[in-house]
Nanobody, 125 residues
Framework: VQLQACGGGLVQAGGSLRLSCACEASGGTLRSYTTGWFRQAPGKEQEFVAAIRPTSSTYYADSVKGRFTISRDNAKNTAYLLMSSPKPEDTAVYYC??????????????????WGHGTLVTVSS
C-alpha cells in the first residue's frame, strides 16, 4: 500500500485547508485500515493529529478537536483532513499513514506501517 498526501500550502489563520491522502497501491483499499494523520513542526517531535478506523470511528488530538475533521471516501480510496480555523501553531509537515491500529493504539505511530510523504502546511497569522 502506497500513500500520497497532498493539499498542503499556505493558509491564513482562521481560513480552511483540506489535505488528501490517496491510497495508490493496486488491490489496496484504505477502508480496510486505520488511517491516521500525524504532523511534525520544526524542532518538535512528531505528534498525532487524527485517525479514522475501518468502522469510521474518529479520534482527534485535543489540540485540534473541534477544528479539524478526518473523513474517508471509500469510492475514491482517499482520506481527508479538513483543517478549519487553523492556527499558526498548526504549521507543520503533515503525514498520513495506514495500518491496523486499534482503538488503544490509534495515537501511536508504531501502529502504522505505511506512510506517505509529508505535505507542508504553513499557517500565517
Amino acid at each position: 500500500v502506497q500513500l500520497q498526501a497532498c493539499g498542503g500550502g499556505l493558509v491564513q489563520a482562521g481560513g480552511s485547508l483540506r489535505l488528501s491522502c490517496a491510497c495508490e497501491a493496486s488491490g489496496g483499499t484504505l477502508r480496510s485500515y486505520t488511517t491516521g494523520w500525524f504532523r511534525q513542526a520544526p524542532g518538535k517531535e512528531q505528534e498525532f493529529v487524527a485517525a479514522i478506523r475501518p468502522t469510521s470511528s474518529t479520534y482527534y488530538a485535543d489540540s485540534v478537536k473541534g477544528r479539524f475533521t478526518i473523513s474517508r471516501d471509500n469510492a475514491k480510496n482517499t482520506a481527508y483532513l479538513l483543517m478549519s480555523s487553523p492556527k499558526p501553531e498548526d504549521t507543520a509537515v503533515y503525514y498520513c499513514a495506514s495500518g491496523f491500529a486499534i482503538t488503544s493504539s490509534v495515537r501511536d505511530p508504531r501502529a502504522y506501517n505505511n506512510w506517505g510523504h509529508g505535505t507542508l502546511v504553513t499557517v500565517s497569522s
